[in-house]
């Protein structure tokens, strides 16, 4: 199977580039990425996994990463809450009133934020790789790099975004450094200006919601977390999990933090099961 199509989504002067899977009549499932992270950094095959069991599957680059716009170096000017927003934007835009939202780390917060905020738009929510941000979970343990001096050099962005994913994907015996420096370069020379994609986002407004407003979390939700992720250990995912009523809680076996080191089968099962049980309560 192929992407059913790419587009590009407009408005308030935003372009962002989607691209779906699967048939637009089946159950919808938005895929929100982590931090500097493009599209791509869903893999095809696991959108194809997802579309192939009766669901329409959208991914899409999140502002400066991939095709989508690129703001002022160093001054993004949004935040997490226009991060929601604009997923909105591209579910008003395909004309669907609710979705299953699936986010990864920062993809995550921004999932969370719809859960509390617009619950009357989900149909459920997956939570990868999350954290409460309550103090006395454990520290991780990833080392990462310094920006580098020029931005605009190819070799160094790839160099820097390889060390950044080795920060948190190290641990995972799935760790493959040249098969995720090959994605790494693919993603680099996709990307629109990788100099944005590496230092605007961490520079965003973080408006993430408070650690108790979980509870007021109403959709189907599943969480699931890497036995090997080094950003944030697998207690970060528990707490997560404790706090959102009747959550399923699922580890990720060998995984790191970014989903170049899950096994397939191991991620999408538990994953197309809990969309599955969902859209039955729809």
């Known amino acids: 199977m192929t992407a059913l199509c790419t587009y590009i989504v407009t408005f308030d002067e935003v372009e962002l580039c989607v691209e779906m899977y699967g048939e637009r009549r089946d159950p919808p499932v938005l895929l929100i990425a982590g931090m500097s992270a493009s599209m791509l950094w869903w893999p095809g095959e696991v959108c194809e996994a997802i579309a192939s069991s009766g669901f329409f599957v959208i991914r899409y680059d999140q502002?400066?990463?991939?095709?989508?716009?690129?703001?002022?170096?160093?001054?993004?000017?949004?935040?997490?809450?226009?991060?929601?927003?604009?997923?909105?934007?591209?579910?008003?835009?395909?004309?669907?009133?609710?979705?299953?939202?699936?986010?990864?780390?920062?993809?995550?917060?921004?999932?969370?934020?719809?859960?509390?905020?617009?619950?009357?738009?989900?149909?459920?929510?997956?939570?990868?790789?999350?954290?409460?941000?309550?103090?006395?979970?454990?520290?991780?343990?990833?080392?990462?790099?310094?920006?580098?001096?020029?931005?605009d050099s190819r070799v160094a962005a790839i160099d820097y975004l390889l060390e950044d994913t080795r920060a948190c994907d190290g641990l995972s015996p799935r760790f493959d450094e040249d098969r995720i420096r090959q994605f790494i370069t693919s993603d680099v020379d996709r990307a629109d200006d990788i100099a944005a994609t590496i230092s605007n986002p961490p520079a965003m407004e973080f408006l993430h919601p408070r650690r108790g407003d979980l509870g007021t979390v109403s959709a189907p939700s599943l969480v699931m977390h890497g036995e090997m992720d080094s950003v944030f250990p697998v207690a970060h995912g528990e707490a997560v999990a404790r706090l959102i009523p009747?959550?399923?809680?699922?580890?990720?076996?060998?995984?790191?933090?970014?989903?170049?080191?899950?096994?397939q089968a191991d991620f999408t099962t538990p994953l197309i099961r809990h969309l599955r049980v969902a859209e039955r309560r729809c």
């Open 63 to 151: 502002r400066d990463t991939g095709r989508s716009t690129s703001f002022p170096r160093g001054r993004p000017g949004y935040s997490t809450h226009d991060l929601a927003a604009d997923a909105l934007h591209i579910c008003d835009s395909l004309g669907l009133r609710s979705t299953h939202v699936v986010g990864h780390s920062l993809g995550s917060g921004i999932a969370t934020i719809l859960a509390v905020d617009h619950p009357e738009r989900l149909r459920s929510v997956t939570l990868i790789g999350a954290t409460t941000g309550a103090p006395g979970l454990p520290a991780g343990t990833g080392i990462f790099p310094v920006l580098p001096e020029d931005l």
């Open 246 to 263: 009747d959550a399923a809680f699922v580890v990720l076996p060998g995984a790191g933090h970014t989903l170049l080191t899950i096994d």
